[in-house]
């Protein structure tokens, strides 16, 4: 009989344990759980942080389905935002007070710089993406965005900007938000 009492007792007492973890767990993760900011400027700024790392991530998913011999890109470095939107239309541009009721475009303004290899000598890109971005009750989201490639260092013009939503930084940039939108990012220092 007592052998019976110790294991009831032992599992009454393994029963709490199990109980008072978990409640202190939920209540570590809750209190962790990370925000993605509403404040574009810091959103932009974590972002570029991290976009080396996500574009390259996207660049090699996309080799290992592919398998055919591509040139990609290295995405090295990722910053200069600048947030002073251009106008979309004829006339004056005036901006308007941001309605929380609306899902008024932003735009940023971003350079990447990245290297690729060509007959296995570098060569390194600039990237200028023109960014659109929409704030919605779930967070921001990439509406569309638009993108010129220039040689790093040199005299001519960049491309024609061309609709890159879904190139290897559009994708990252929706990888990123989505991420962000979940609350798995680190903030830093912000």
């Known amino acids: 009989m007592s052998r019976i009492r110790q294991l009831k007792g032992r599992r009454l007492f393994l029963i709490s344990l199990v ?3 978990s409640s202190h767990v ?3 993760t809750e209190n962790q759980r990370l925000w993605c900011p509403k404040d574009l400027e810091t959103l932009i700024t974590l972002l570029l942080r991290d976009l080396p790392s996500y574009a390259n991530r996207v660049t090699q998913r996309a080799r290992r389905r592919s398998r055919s011999v591509e040139v990609y890109s290295y995405v090295i470095l990722a910053g200069r935002p ?3 939107p251009l106008t979309l239309g004829p006339g004056a541009y005036t901006p308007t007070a941001p309605d929380s009721n609306s899902e008024q ?4 303004f971003i350079t990447t710089l990245e290297r690729q290899y060509v007959g ?3 060569v390194l890109l600039q990237q200028y993406h023109w960014l659109f971005l929409t704030h919605t009750d779930s967070g921001w989201l990439l ?3 638009f993108s010129q490639t220039g ?3 040199d005299e001519r013009p960049p491309t024609a900007p061309r609709e890159s939503s879904q190139g290897v930084i559009g994708q990252a940039i929706q990888i990123w938000l989505r991420d962000c939108r979940a609350g798995v990012i ?5």
């Open 19 to 21: 109980s008072l973890v």
């Open 26 to 28: 939920a209540l570590s």
């Open 82 to 84: 600048e947030f002073e």
């Open 105 to 108: 475009l932003r735009q940023v």
């Open 120 to 122: 296995n000598k570098p």
């Open 143 to 145: 509406a569309m965005m």
């Open 151 to 153: 040689l790093y260092s």
């Open 186 to 190: 680190r903030p830093g220092n912000w």
